[in-house]
């Protein structure tokens, strides 16, 4: 079946420093990939996406691609801000449903 | 424009009683898909819908139902509540149902059983 997995946390880092959040997934089929981002006392929202294999999602500093051989696809943002302080999600999607991981709070200290 | 909305944002009912959630899609997005997130946990899949019919269903009891409106609006039905049924209720639209059409969601309806 399909499934998504990530890193457990918090994460806590300092404002500037690197950030890496592991995501591997399993798929029946070739899925597309998503990372979303949650703030406190919101919904989620869509932080970059790719649709197959070799192709580099990116948006507001943030960056992942899509591994079909490692099936992984690994959020990285070089330089963190405290506003970057939430919740992330890994999502795999085929067809008609989302599967998600269950979610890597990030925290970034000033 | 608007995003999705959904409503209420919050809501008690005591354990046996029914629920129904609503939402309203981005205007042009003919899909909906209900979530329900647990609390430190990812959003898991209850319902798809694509112009008004049923496209896919999570694993949730029957007492889980929804259906989708001409102006493809959305209800999600809940019958016989249980403690457990407590979560973060997510509504999202997308304008088709392709596995790379990403999903916008609402802020959520944020259901406690007593």
């Known amino acids: 079946g399909n499934s998504v997995t990530q890193m457990e946390g918090p994460v806590t880092l300092s404002e500037e420093a690197f950030l890496t959040i592991n995501c591997t997934y399993t798929?029946?089929?070739?899925?597309?990939l998503f990372w979303y981002v949650q703030y406190p006392g919101e919904g989620l929202q869509l932080l970059l996406k790719a649709t197959k294999a070799d192709d580099k999602g990116s948006n507001k500093g943030f960056e992942a691609t899509y591994r079909k051989e490692t099936t992984s696809f690994h959020l990285e943002k070089g330089s963190v801000q405290v506003s970057d302080s939430a919740v992330y999600f890994c999502?795999?999607?085929?067809?008609?449903?989302?599967?998600f991981g269950s979610g890597t709070k990030l925290n970034v200290k000033p | 424009d608007a995003g999705v909305t959904q409503s209420p944002t919050h809501l008690i009912k005591t354990r046996g009683q029914h629920v129904t959630l609503r939402c309203s899609p981005i205007s042009g997005h003919k899909s909906v898909s209900w979530y329900q997130q647990v609390l430190g946990q990812g959003p898991q899949f209850i319902f798809q819908y694509y112009e008004k019919e049923e496209r896919g269903r999570g694993n949730f009891p029957d007492r889980f139902s929804a259906r989708q409106f001409p102006n493809y609006s959305s209800e999600l039905n809940v019958n016989a509540l249980l403690l457990g049924d407590s979560a973060l209720y997510l509504c999202a639209s997308s304008p088709g149902q392709g596995a790379g059409s990403p999903l916008h969601f609402g802020n959520g309806t944020r259901l406690t059983v007593t």
């Open positions: 798929a029946t089929g070739y899925p597309s």
């Open positions: 999502a795999l999607s085929e067809v008609n449903k989302f599967y």
